[in-house]
Each structure stands twice: as structure tokens, then as C-alpha cells.
């Protein structure tokens, strides 16, 4: 079944106004509410950087039907795995049943400010990550748990407060190898939209089908979200405009790599304003939104979570609920 939810994005907004959309959100009609985990965000000016466990455990007891999760966490720099695994456990039990769990291997700008140490290369990130998972499954179903691995330890460690039902553990994944890893040992994938059709018909979708069958499992029964980065409004200027907030976001792969100032990526982003709408579905019209969505669909995705750029959420959220939501699901 397509579910279709908002993205909290913890860069643009302080927690209680984030708490207040995500009310929203679910009297909409949106059936997810994913949040972003930052400590530093995107941009310096307006920016924001709420917890994004404590905000979920509000989240849980504001709402009642939403999924609600991270779109993503770094369970392997910042945080210990077996902090994770405690975190999402007890929100797990606060909200039975529509918790999910996204992980990532990390941005340098989240990490570094904090470990004060060289951000490691995809691979050993990648590593860490796949320890990290393991370890949090271990500690969701399992007692006592002593764990040695390369990254991280523990040593008879025990949550007494176990999810009471299983938490979908969901992976994001830009290239092949984590997308492999995403069907091997998760329940499904996370991905962005934006970057090109083969990258995710040709790349990342059979090779979380891959992982999958090498486990054992049915690959139509993982989950696919994607974050679909949209800007709709019947003024296209201000959709336009919308858009520029998430300048960063249309800055090359090395302009972005190793900057962990919120001051100095704002800067690089300002020079890529022209190009931000790039990344972002913009259009005044309904069905344009439908028609540029549906390939995503075609191709397997069934959870798509929708990304509003503006500071105006209220605006974008009632608009994309009352005129797309409603095609889509038709």
C-alpha cells in the first residue's frame, strides 16, 4: 500500500513549531512523519538543529496515527549503537506499532564538531554502520548482550525496555554497496529524489533486491521510501523562490565534502541559488506533480515523504494535501 507523508525538516524549524506541523501533518492526512537528525544544519541564518529522539518522544504523544522515525541517524560516530537502539526502543513503546528506524553513515557536519576527528572515507563509514546495525538488532531481541566487534563494544549490556513490536529498520543507500547491505539487513531502503532515473532503476533498487534474496528474504516485501523534494504553489515565483533555502542542496558532491560550518556552507550555497530548484519538483500544477511522481512509483518506491522547502509548511502542507495527495492516492 503507497504511503505518503511530510518531511520534519530539523534544519528550517525550532521543536515546537516542528511539534505543531507534525499535528498537522496527521490531521492532514499524511500517514508518516519523518524527522531529519542534525546537530549542525545546512545554513547558519534561521537555522535550526532540534534532538531529534526527545522531539519524536513528543511526537508520539501528540499525534496518534502517523508513522513517525528518523530520515536518518548516524548510529556510529555521535552515538553509541546501543544509545540508538534505547532511544528508538523507548519511543517504540510510546507509539506501539509506527516507529521505524532510518540510519545512514553520517555527514561529516553532524560528526566532527563533536568527535574532533578526520571524517573516514565511504568505506570505513560503511563499515561502521553495518556494526552498528547489527549491534541494535542484538540489543532489540536479545538479553545481555556482549558484543566485539571492530568500532564498538559492549560487555553484558541489557534494554529493559524491549520494543513491544518489531521496529523496521530502514537504510539509506546512494550507492550499490549500501543498498545491498539495505536488503541484506534491513527492511528496507531510504533514498532522496532528484538525481537521475538510472541511479535508482538501474543502481540502488535491484541492488537492495539483490541483498535481499541473498538472506532469504522476498525483496517485494522491503520497504522503499524515498524523500520527493517538492515545491508546489499556484505562484510559481514563490515556488521558485521556496526552493533557494535548499541551496546547498545543488552544490557538487566536493563542494559539500568537509564542511562542517554552518557559516561557510551557507556561503557556498548562496553562489548556487540559481540551480536550487534543480533538486525540486516545481510546478503550479497538480498533475505535473503527479505525472514527474509517477515514475518513482513505477519503479517500486511505496513510501514517499514530501519535503516543502519553504518556511511557510502550514501553506505548503494544506495545498499538496488538498490538491496531489489525493491524485496520488486515486
Same mark, same amino acid.
Given at each position: 500500500?503507497?504511503?505518503?507523508?511530510?518531511?520534519?525538516?530539523?534544519?528550517?524549524?525550532?521543536?515546537?513549531?516542528?511539534?505543531?506541523?507534525?499535528?498537522?501533518?496527521?490531521?492532514?492526512?499524511?500517514?508518516?512523519?519523518?524527522?531529519?537528525?542534525?546537530?549542525?544544519?545546512?545554513?547558519?541564518?534561521?537555522?535550526?538543529?532540534?534532538?531529534?529522539?526527545?522531539?519524536?518522544?513528543?511526537?508520539?504523544?501528540?499525534?496518534?496515527?502517523?508513522?513517525?522515525?528518523?530520515?536518518?541517524?548516524?548510529?556510529?560516530?555521535?552515538?553509541?549503537?546501543?544509545?540508538?537502539?534505547?532511544?528508538?526502543?523507548?519511543?517504540?513503546?510510546?507509539?506501539?506499532?509506527?516507529?521505524?528506524?532510518?540510519?545512514?553513515?553520517?555527514?561529516?557536519?553532524?560528526?566532527?564538531?563533536?568527535?574532533?576527528?578526520?571524517?573516514?572515507?565511504?568505506?570505513?563509514?560503511?563499515?561502521?554502520?553495518?556494526?552498528?546495525?547489527?549491534?541494535?538488532?542484538?540489543?532489540?531481541?536479545?538479553?545481555?548482550?556482549?558484543?566485539?566487534?571492530?568500532?564498538?563494544?559492549?560487555?553484558?549490556?541489557?534494554?529493559?525496555?524491549?520494543?513491544?513490536?518489531?521496529?523496521?529498520?530502514?537504510?539509506?543507500?546512494?550507492?550499490?554497496?549500501?543498498?545491498?547491505?539495505?536488503?541484506?539487513?534491513?527492511?528496507?531502503?531510504?533514498?532522496?529524489?532528484?538525481?537521475?532515473?538510472?541511479?535508482?532503476?538501474?543502481?540502488?533498487?535491484?541492488?537492495?533486491?539483490?541483498? $535481499?534474496? +541473498?538472506?532469504? /528474504? =522476498?525483496? *517485494?516485501? &522491503?520497504?522503499?521510501?524515498? %524523500?520527493? !523534494?517538492?515545491?508546489?504553489?499556484?505562484?510559481?515565483?514563490? $515556488?521558485? +523562490?521556496?526552493? /533557494? =533555502?535548499? *541551496?546547498? &542542496?545543488?552544490?557538487?558532491? %566536493?563542494? !559539500?565534502?568537509?564542511?562542517?560550518?554552518?557559516?561557510?556552507?551557507?556561503?557556498?550555497?548562496?553562489?548556487?541559488?540559481?540551480?536550487?530548484?534543480?533538486?525540486?519538483?516545481?510546478?503550479?500544477?497538480?498533475?505535473?506533480?503527479?505525472?514527474?511522481?509517477?515514475?518513482?512509483?513505477?519503479?517500486?518506491?511505496?513510501?514517499?515523504?514530501?519535503?516543502?522547502?519553504?518556511?511557510?509548511?502550514?501553506?505548503?502542507?494544506?495545498?499538496?494535501?488538498?490538491?496531489?495527495?489525493?491524485?496520488?492516492?486515486?
Amino acid at each position: 500500500m503507497l504511503a505518503l507523508g511530510w518531511k520534519a525538516s530539523a534544519e528550517q524549524f525550532d521543536p515546537k513549531r516542528l511539534l505543531d506541523y507534525a499535528v498537522l501533518a496527521e490531521e492532514l492526512g499524511y500517514d508518516s512523519i519523518a524527522i531529519s537528525d542534525h546537530f549542525h544544519p545546512w545554513r547558519n541564518t534561521g537555522g535550526h538543529a532540534p534532538f531529534a529522539f526527545a522531539w519524536l518522544g513528543a511526537a508520539a504523544a501528540k499525534t496518534s496515527r502517523a508513522r513517525l522515525g528518523t530520515s536518518v541517524v548516524t548510529p556510529s560516530f555521535r552515538y553509541h549503537p546501543a544509545i540508538v537502539a534505547q532511544a528508538m526502543a523507548t519511543i517504540a513503546l510510546l507509539a506501539p506499532g509506527r516507529v521505524f528506524l532510518g540510519v545512514g553513515s553520517g555527514e561529516s557536519m553532524n560528526e566532527t564538531p563533536l568527535t574532533t576527528t578526520d571524517w573516514p572515507e565511504p568505506g570505513e563509514r560503511l563499515r561502521r554502520l553495518r556494526e552498528a546495525v547489527k549491534l541494535i538488532k542484538q540489543l532489540w531481541s536479545e538479553e545481555y548482550v556482549t558484543f566485539e566487534g571492530k568500532y564498538f563494544h559492549t560487555k553484558e549490556a541489557n534494554l529493559f525496555d524491549k520494543p513491544s513490536h518489531p521496529i523496521p529498520l530502514l537504510i539509506a543507500a546512494g550507492g550499490p554497496q549500501a543498498a545491498t547491505f539495505a536488503g541484506r539487513e534491513g527492511d528496507g531502503i531510504i533514498v532522496t529524489s532528484g538525481k537521475g532515473a538510472e541511479l535508482y532503476k538501474d543502481t540502488l533498487l535491484p541492488a537492495l533486491d539483490k541483498g $535481499a534474496r +541473498e538472506a532469504g /528474504k =522476498e525483496p *517485494a516485501k &522491503l520497504e522503499r521510501m524515498i %524523500e520527493m !523534494k517538492v515545491s508546489f504553489d499556484h505562484d510559481r515565483a514563490r $515556488a521558485m +523562490e521556496d526552493t /533557494k =533555502e535548499w *541551496a546547498a &542542496l545543488a552544490l557538487p558532491a %566536493e563542494d !559539500k565534502a568537509g564542511v562542517e560550518d554552518p557559516r561557510e556552507m551557507e556561503r557556498r550555497a548562496k553562489a548556487a541559488e540559481g540551480k536550487a530548484h534543480t533538486r525540486f519538483i516545481v510546478s503550479t500544477d497538480p498533475d505535473e506533480h503527479v505525472a514527474q511522481i509517477k515514475p518513482y512509483l513505477d519503479w517500486g518506491f511505496d513510501h514517499l515523504v514530501f519535503h516543502f522547502p519553504g518556511q511557510d509548511q502550514e501553506r505548503a502542507m494544506r495545498l499538496y494535501a488538498k490538491e496531489v495527495l489525493p491524485r496520488l492516492r486515486g
